[in-house]
């Protein structure tokens, strides 16, 4: 073991541990021991600045170790600027981005440093880009890559995309049809959620968790509970922590079967779009058949769950899904049998598992590109300690992986809701959380649809949040979708896009 | 081909009967906020402090539930120790103005119809834009979820379009967020008028949970006049599907107004 690997503390990745025994390390110190961390086999689960004074930011790493399911953390303290990890360390690059323009923090010698959201910097007086805090900051306003050549043209979409979607903006270099190269820049769906966060919990804490990606619900308001009853030394009852579980794969099974109807309609193969577009709904009707939202709302609180499935509700679901599930089995299967749907997908969008393994891919992606990386199992919390849902993978990395991996996940997730539904433990819904603990760290992970979700919570003397740290999987993907469009038809956007189906809500915050 | 002719007659025809049949809604569906201020505790405001959204007005002479803010959670419900607000599987919610979504127990009054001359020009075919302006995609997916078999929008003429120019009106989610503002404000201007704007769930109506965010403009009406109203969060598929039904008149039942109808608002 090198001395750098020695300044990070290892930690379960469900405890809580003090803020003082975090190492603080000197930057230089701080960067090889990311790099070093990462060279056995670490990844960035978040990297996020805290101020501690108008002059300084505290930098916070925590990174991920799925051999033994362990979590390093470091600190370090920084001024208006520090030498970015980026150049060695490709995967941090979006992180470094999010601390330029949050704290007015420029990471020197960051390859493409951009705003990422399009916000003034919370810390006033402090700009990464020496913009005045009366200056307007206009959303995508700013330079953009440019392939430059006599035959090379610029296409601009967005932020009103043609469907009904989420707004972001879209800008291609290309050749003839040929992209050379695509930018994605986002920040319109904006809303402050991480700032609000701050001094809470309080009674729109679970609000905003509910809804800062409100097709994630379930996986987002998990990873807060988890960190709530880390910081609260509370033990959720095996009942609720089942109907986490079954709640979390419902969410999965709606996502992935309207994704696979999507990704269906998007090269005209109406058959499965149809089926697909109504059996989406029918897992979205279990979930409401639980907790009476569609999305999970009022479902999963701190300490457990609201509402509870007795054995009666329990067969009505079993009822309700079998069929569902056989159903979603023939639509899948029309799209595996249908060359048409084949030529479209296969060696479209490709991925390759370097390219993931480099920018830290998350989720459904990084499983299509043979990346083996799966929460539930690898840091396994509630169910998934007990219950292991096999984790599916596909080598090509184009969008015939991304779909059928989605197929994949929809058989196992959905073997393992009927499973739980046949077989709820007794016991207590919901017990309630102690008062938070003071001046400590919190992480917690949870396999959201789309992949890894990650929640820091700082909490500062009175036990209250002194920061809110949410990294959404497509924090993590929408890179790997610029990637997947290079040398691409620009025709196969939609297309590629869909097998990614990222979040903008999630990623803008 | 075989497999998927035969798999065309094994789903089978899935569309609702609504407006003819009614729907079966959840027995834990969240509809219509019931309000009983006779069973308020002296004195007691539980119920409006655990609400997250400040939702509800408390006051010696008054209970009422703002539905615009309304996230239909139960921390109310939870709260209150005499059963003063519950909630019905009511799902008809639209109003045409803001101040037709404050229930108090009495009756709602759900959407008028357009006036007889707006509603020639669009109630038998209805094109809509829709903007997701910081909407969290639950309500971007109950309105897509619209346009499924299950629902069949295009059996009553309405359709989303893919833009603004060949629309007859905007469909609005999302609190509007400062960085949507110009382009939704763009939208709106790219609609040809008469047009129509409708604001689907507590964030497009209010803001919703981000009420009072410097980010955010508290809701659609702040930026551009309001036609329609539909609460929830997100508003079930039902409740946005029965508001649009009452807004063209589509909807044979009594109360829905008469044959003079309303007015859009005064878009020019």
């Known amino acids: 073991m090198t001395i750098a690997a020695a300044q990070l503390t290892r930690t379960p990745h469900v405890a809580t541990i003090a803020l003082d025994s975090i190492p603080l390390l000197e930057i230089y110190s701080f960067r090889d021991a990311i790099l070093d961390d990462v060279a056995r086999g670490g990844r960035i689960s978040a990297l996020f600045g805290c101020p501690i004074s108008p002059q300084r930011v505290r930098l916070y790493v925590a990174l991920s170790h799925a051999d033994d399911g362990s979590i390093s953390v470091a600190a370090t303290d920084v001024g208006d600027a520090y030498p970015s990890l980026t150049p060695d360390l490709p995967q941090a690059h979006w992180f470094e981005r999010e601390i330029a323009e949050q704290w007015g923090v420029v990471p020197s010698g960051h390859p493409w440093l951009k705003p990422i959201r399009?916000?003034?910097?919370?810390?006033?007086?402090?700009?990464?880009?020496?913009?005045?805090?009366?200056?307007?900051?206009?959303?995508?306003?700013?330079?953009?890559?440019?392939?430059?050549?006599?035959?090379?043209?610029?296409?601009?979409?967005?932020?009103?995309?043609?469907?009904?979607?989420?707004?972001?903006?879209?800008?291609?270099?290309?050749?003839?049809?040929?992209?050379f190269h695509l930018e994605v820049s986002l920040g319109f769906q904006h809303r402050g959620v991480e700032r609000a966060l701050v001094g809470g919990p309080n009674k729109r804490t679970i609000p905003y968790m509910e809804t800062l990606a409100?097709?994630?619900?379930?996986?987002?308001?998990?990873?807060?509970?988890?960190?709530?009853?880390?910081?609260?030394?509370?033990?959720?009852?095996?009942?609720?922590?089942?109907?986490r579980g079954v709640a979390?794969?419902?969410?999965?099974?709606?996502?992935?079967?309207?994704?696979?109807?999507?990704?269906?309609?998007?090269?005209?193969?109406?058959?499965?779009?149809?089926?697909?577009?109504?059996?989406?709904?029918d897992f979205l009707n279990s979930t409401a058949l639980i907790c009476g939202n569609r999305f999970g709302r009022s479902m999963v609180r701190p300490g457990g769950v609201l509402w509870d499935v007795d054995k009666q509700r329990a067969d009505d679901l079993l009822a309700r899904l079998r069929p569902a599930l056989s159903d979603v089995d023939n639509a899948a299967q029309l799209l595996w049998i249908s060359r048409s749907v084949q030529a479209r997908f296969e060696d479209t969008g490709r991925v390759s598992k370097e390219v993931a393994e480099l920018l830290g891919l998350v989720g459904v992606v990084a499983r299509a590109s043979n990346v083996d990386r799966d929460v539930r199992r690898d840091f396994p919390t509630g169910i998934y300690r007990f219950v292991l849902v096999p984790t599916m993978g596909w080598p090509t990395g184009d969008v015939f992986a991304r779909?059928?991996?989605?197929?994949?996940?929809?058989?196992?997730?959905?073997?393992?809701?009927?499973?739980?539904?046949?077989?709820?433990?007794?016991?207590?819904?919901?017990?309630?959380?102690?008062?938070?603990?003071?001046?400590?760290?919190?992480?917690?992970?949870?396999?959201?649809?789309?992949?890894?979700?990650?929640?820091?919570?700082?909490?500062?003397?009175a036990g209250a949040f002194a920061q809110y740290k949410i990294v959404d999987p497509s924090f993590r993907n929408w890179v790997g979708m610029m990637m997947a469009l290079r040398n691409q038809a620009i025709s196969d956007f939609p297309l590629c896009n869909k097998s990614f189906n990222l979040s903008y809500c999630g990623h803008d915050l | 081909?075989?497999?998927?002719?035969?798999?065309?007659?094994?789903?089978?025809?899935?569309?609702?009967?609504?407006?003819?049949?009614?729907?079966?809604?959840?027995?834990?569906?969240?509809?219509?906020?019931?309000?009983?201020?006779?069973?308020?505790?002296?004195?007691?405001?539980?119920?409006?402090?655990?609400?997250?959204?400040?939702?509800?007005?408390?006051?010696?002479?008054?209970?009422?539930?703002?539905?615009?803010?309304?996230?239909?959670?139960?921390?109310?419900?939870?709260?209150?120790?005499?059963?003063?607000?519950?909630?019905?599987?009511?799902?008809?919610?639209?109003?045409?103005?803001?101040?037709?979504?404050?229930?108090?127990?009495?009756?709602?009054?759900?959407?008028?119809?357009?006036?007889?001359k707006t509603r020639r020009l669009f109630g038998r075919s209805f094109k809509l834009r829709q903007v997701s302006a910081g909407g969290c995609n639950g309500c971007e997916a109950d309105v897509n979820v619209l346009s499924t078999v299950v629902f069949d929008l295009s059996r009553f003429g309405i359709q989303f379009v893919a833009s603004p120019r060949h629309a007859d009106g905007l469909l609005i989610t999302g609190p509007v967020t400062e960085n949507m503002r110009l382009a939704l404000l763009q939208a709106y201007e790219a609609t040809p008028a008469p047009k129509i704007v409708i604001a689907v769930g507590a964030c497009a109506i209010s803001g919703g949970p981000y009420i009072g965010h410097e980010e955010v403009h508290n809701g659609a009406d702040q930026v551009v006049p309001v036609d329609l109203y539909v609460p929830g969060c997100p508003p079930h598929p039902m409740t946005i599907l029965d508001g649009l039904l009452r807004l063209l008149g589509r909807l044979e039942e009594p109360g829905s107004g008469g044959p003079g109808g309303r007015a859009p608002a005064l878009h020019v």
């Open chain 2, 1 to 116: 081909m075989h497999n998927i002719i035969r798999e065309r007659m094994r789903q089978g025809y899935r569309t609702i009967a609504y407006p003819k049949g009614s729907p079966q809604m959840p027995d834990r569906f969240r509809g219509l906020p019931i309000v009983d201020r006779t069973k308020c505790p002296d004195g007691c405001e539980m119920c409006a402090e655990a609400c997250p959204t400040d939702a509800i007005r408390c006051e010696p002479d008054a209970l009422e539930v703002d539905m615009g803010r309304c996230l239909f959670c139960v921390e109310c419900q939870t709260a209150c120790p005499a059963g003063a607000i519950s909630y019905s599987g009511e799902f008809r919610l639209a109003t045409r103005t803001r101040e037709d979504l404050l229930t108090d127990g009495r009756a709602l009054k759900l959407a008028e119809q357009l006036d007889a």
């Open chain 1, 248 to 281: 979390l794969e419902l969410e999965r099974l709606a996502n992935h079967t309207g994704d696979l109807g999507a990704l269906a309609g998007d090269v005209g193969f109406l058959p499965t779009m149809s089926y697909c577009g109504r059996l989406r709904g």
């Open chain 1, 214 to 243: 409100g097709d994630t619900s379930i996986g987002h308001t998990t990873a807060y509970c988890q960190i709530v009853e880390a910081l609260a030394r509370c033990q959720t009852p095996l009942r609720a922590q089942v109907l």
């Open chain 1, 403 to 461: 779909s059928y991996v989605r197929w994949l996940e929809i058989q196992r997730s959905g073997q393992f809701v009927c499973e739980q539904l046949a077989s709820l433990p007794e016991g207590t819904l919901r017990v309630t959380p102690g008062p938070l603990a003071p001046n400590s760290f919190a992480l917690s992970l949870v396999e959201g649809w789309r992949g890894e979700i990650c929640h820091v919570a700082l909490t500062d003397a």
């Open chain 1, 118 to 179: 399009f916000h003034h910097s919370y810390r006033k007086g402090h700009d990464a880009w020496s913009r005045a805090t009366g200056d307007a900051i206009l959303p995508s306003v700013t330079d953009f890559f440019r392939v430059d050549g006599e035959e090379i043209h610029e296409v601009a979409v967005g932020p009103i995309h043609a469907g009904v979607i989420e707004p972001g903006h879209f800008r291609f270099q290309c050749y003839g049809e040929q992209v």
